[in-house]
């Protein structure tokens, strides 16, 4: 989400050298910036944060996009040698009260936050290029996410591919560990039409496949932002989560969200949480309710 940010930035402010410090499998994302945008990628399991700070030289100003203890670990060092530091805001309160059903309104999508971290450090007002969406061939698929409460269930999820395979359409999947691969590879040799590429390309590589897509079926997860980054439409289904929370893919449109509004709902901005029912009733989504939404023509 922060990729869009940056190439805005750098557009709108050519003068200024960006360098974006994240860990190396990062890289791909911020291949193709601007001149002004330099990409530093770090290894958090071979590296020090002493050692990364060492690596790094002095710097004008700091945008904290992180606001966890390593960013602010690093933001510190920077600060003392003459910095001039901005930590991002993430609202927090405002968060947890959405998450106890005591706050209605959305919050404002991490992409203004962004923003507003380099506004406060003098940059010019950012306006984000909104995201061309294109007319591919072909769906993906990404069935998995970080936490359970996140994930549409798998033996909906297959009865999802076999519909859009009866149907004729061809079908890529997108996972991530050995057995989510597992999982992907037994609908692949299943399905007609189908093919798995889990685990087969690197991030780049992947970016090439989703933006020839025309839709993508994702979970509140990376696949969603990373089709938001090029451009591809997202039928995005959410559990436990809510787009109000600020995490919608940029570019993609709310209706394109297939969600049950529930009470509970969001019971965590993260997903990270035991349903407190026990049963993941914000998951009870038909099947045919996601083809449905796949088959709409835009």
């Known amino acids: 989400m922060l990729a869009p940010v940056v190439c805005a930035a750098a557009k709108q402010n050519p003068e200024v050298q960006i360098t974006v410090l994240s860990q190396q499998r990062m890289a791909d994302l911020f291949a193709d910036m601007p001149k002004n945008v330099v990409f530093h990628g770090v290894d958090l399991k071979q590296q020090s944060l002493r050692e990364i700070v060492f690596g790094l030289g002095t710097f004008d100003a700091v945008a904290d996009m992180h606001g966890v203890w390593r960013s602010r670990y690093i933001s510190m060092a920077m600060l003392l040698r003459g910095a001039q530091v901005r930590t991002i805001q993430k609202g927090r309160f405002a968060r947890f009260l959405l998450t106890c059903g005591m706050w209605h309104r959305p919050l404002k999508h991490m992409s203004l936050r962004y923003s507003n971290v380099l506004n406060g450090l003098g940059l010019t007002r950012i306006a984000l290029d909104a995201p061309s969406m294109r007319a591919g061939k072909g769906i993906g698929i990404a069935p998995f996410a970080a936490h359970e409460g996140k994930i549409y269930p798998i033996e909906r999820m297959e009865r999802v591919v076999e519909l859009l395979s009866k149907r004729g359409e061809r079908i890529v999947l997108f996972g991530g560990g050995e057995k989510e691969q597992t999982v992907l590879d037994s609908w692949a040799k299943k399905y007609n039409g189908v093919e798995t590429i889990a685990g087969k390309k690197s991030l780049r590589e992947e ?40 995490f919608l893919g940029s570019g993609q449109n709310e209706g394109d969200c297939i969600q049950r509004e529930l009470k509970c709902r969001p019971c965590s901005i993260y997903g990270n949480r035991k349903c407190k029912f026990g049963d993941y009733r914000c998951m009870d989504i038909a099947p045919e309710e996601i083809v449905a939404k796949v088959m709409e023509e835009k």
């Not at 090439?208 to 990373?226: E, F, K, T």
């Not at 591809?232 to 989560?241: D, E, H, L, M, N």
């Open 207 to 246: 970016l090439d496949v989703i933006r020839g897509l025309r839709v993508m079926v994702s979970m509140d997860s990376a696949n969603m932002h990373l089709a938001s980054l090029v451009g591809t439409r997202v039928i995005s289904i959410w559990g436990a989560t809510h787009p109000n929370a600020g």
